[in-house]
């Protein structure tokens, strides 16, 4: 069962997550040490893991739909998700400022640091094709519409789709190309691939730990009052909708439950930097990373169980 096996997982990367706060709080933690962090996940962990997902999963026209149809909902999710915390937060009279930063707190997920691990120790390589995938297209749409949907006067670049082209990505590209061509490389590749793959979960929950303390410490005692609704979104409402969306289709299971579980991340980690150099508001962002990736310990959990009681 998907909850029971979902339980080891969050409670492996909630332990580690406290490990690294615990480190936060004794050793002094620079900037420079957190990119050096970010930069061993992206340049080399993430893209690892994806990779070993082609290495090690049977090939097959069904493989390769399936990586396309959890493209295209990753897709459509995350505009449903920016659209609906946007909604939810003008109903709830924010301003319209505010609720375009509600609506990217509410509507993108950390798919990549949390995501991509979490289904890889849940359903195995395979499970971290998809959920790369998955991750593929929120960046899409991260670095398009939400980026576009946090500025007033947003002016078309080609400087924000030179940013889709990251190691993940092109993982991506590599891993396709693979299991297409049915490619299978020395044994002693496929070995230091998965020994470096199995830095993502550490890694990523390292940082998260870290970065925990590190908000706590720079901006003391943090109310969540502004932030209810689109934690509730993201949380708890969008993941349930999500839950209803696939009941109607007929998806492999794996490829339901994948889905279900990226649309249940939290708050990306990255939202502190991007609403800092968008919306001049970097203190709304480092709450919801805080906050969110903390309840989702709890909440991630509760959403498995769900969808699995209903499917």
């Known amino acids: 069962m998907v909850f029971l096996s979902i339980l ?5 990367m909630a332990v580690i997550s406290l490990i690294g706060y615990i480190i936060a709080k004794t050793n002094e933690i620079t900037d420079e040490s957190k990119q050096l962090l970010i930069s061993i996940m992206l340049n080399v962990a993430i893209p690892c893991i994806i990779l070993d997902g082609a290495f090690k999963t049977k090939v097959g026209k069904e493989l390769i739909s399936q990586l396309i149809i959890i493209f295209i909902f990753s897709i459509l999710i995350s505009l449903f998700g920016l659209l609906l915390g946007w909604i939810f937060a003008r109903i709830f009279n ?15 997920g950390n798919t990549g640091f949390i995501g991509i691990p979490l289904c890889a ?50 993982s991506i590209v590599i891993a396709l190309v693979v299991i297409i061509a049915e490619i299978q490389p020395p044994e002693i590749i496929q070995q230091l691939n998965g020994m470096l793959a199995n830095l993502a979960t550490p890694l990523g929950m390292l940082y998260i730990g870290i970065l925990i303390r590190m908000m706590l410490k720079e901006k003391g005692a943090m109310s969540i009052s502004r932030l209810k609704v689109p934690i509730l ?25 994948v889905i279900i579980i990226q649309a249940a991340m939290p708050t990306m980690t990255i939202a502190p930097v991007l609403l800092a150099r968008y919306a001049q508001d970097e203190e709304i962002g480092v709450k919801a990373t805080v906050f969110s990736t ?13 969808g699995s009681k209903l499917f």
């Open 294 to 306: 903390i309840f989702a310990i709890l909440t991630v959990p509760f959403i498995v169980f769900l």
């Open 94 to 108: 924010y301003s319209p400022s505010n609720a375009r930063k509600m609506a990217f707190i509410a509507g993108l």
């Open 8 to 12: 080891g997982p969050m409670f492996i």
């Open 233 to 257: 979104l993201k949380l708890i409402i969008f993941p349930i909708l999500t839950i209803v969306l696939v009941m109607f289709t007929n998806l492999s299971m794996m490829v339901k439950q």
């Open 121 to 170: 120790a849940i359903f195995g390589p395979k499970g971290a094709l998809l959920a790369a995938a998955f991750d593929t297209g929120v960046g899409i749409i991260l670095f398009t519409v939400a980026i576009a949907l946090l500025q007033e006067n947003y002016q078309f670049s080609l400087a924000s789709l030179k940013q889709l082209i990251n190691p993940p990505v092109i």
